[in-house]
């Protein structure tokens, strides 16, 4: 079975399960910017299944998932939330990465203050498990892919200021497209997004 791959001093955010089942997302370098690994824990078991699809510092103005330079960890009460932050072209870029307080499952909050209309604006994940696994829509509900005997689950968290995103899905990975309100520019959009095990 797969072994996370990133050394114990990477930046880390985890929920666990009192089964022992859970998600682990550790942050790494790539290049000019943080990209991070979603793992799968189950017992002393830890299998990568997700990784950002990163740009790079010769990218445009609107790399592939958003471009996280600096990240800070701070401890709170559901346990350590990584704050990052990042720019590329005119645009600055936000997030906070942060367990729950339902156990094996961790927000994605993400933010950009853009000048002007994007190319893209998204944050986009590979599935990296050596066996693919083609995901299942539920009705008004997640993406989920069976793995390992448990359900690891993707969807959005619609918010009333913007559009919902639309969460394309398929055996190669799944994206979050941010969707733009009609508010002149420059302004600040968001999209949230959650992944947890069943």
Known sequence: MSQASSEPTDPFVESIRADETGLFVSFVKHQ????????????EQCTPVFASIEGS?????WPESPPFQEIHLEERGTGTIAMLVGKAGDSHWSAAVEPTSEPGKI??????????YPMRICSRYGLILEEKSEPTLEQDGPWVWKINGV??????????????????????????????DLEPFPKTIQWIYEIWVR
């Open 107 to 116: 927000r994605f909050s993400v933010a950009c203050r853009m000048q002007g």
């Open 151 to 180: 359900e690891l689950c993707v969807d959005v968290i619609p918010q009333d200021q913007f559009p919902t995103p639309e969460i394309p899905a398929n055996q190669s990975g799944f994206e979050v497209n941010a969707s733009l």
């Open 57 to 61: 510092q010769d990218d445009e103005d």
């Open 32 to 43: 000019d910017r943080f990209a991070h690994v979603v793992a799968l824990v189950q017992g």
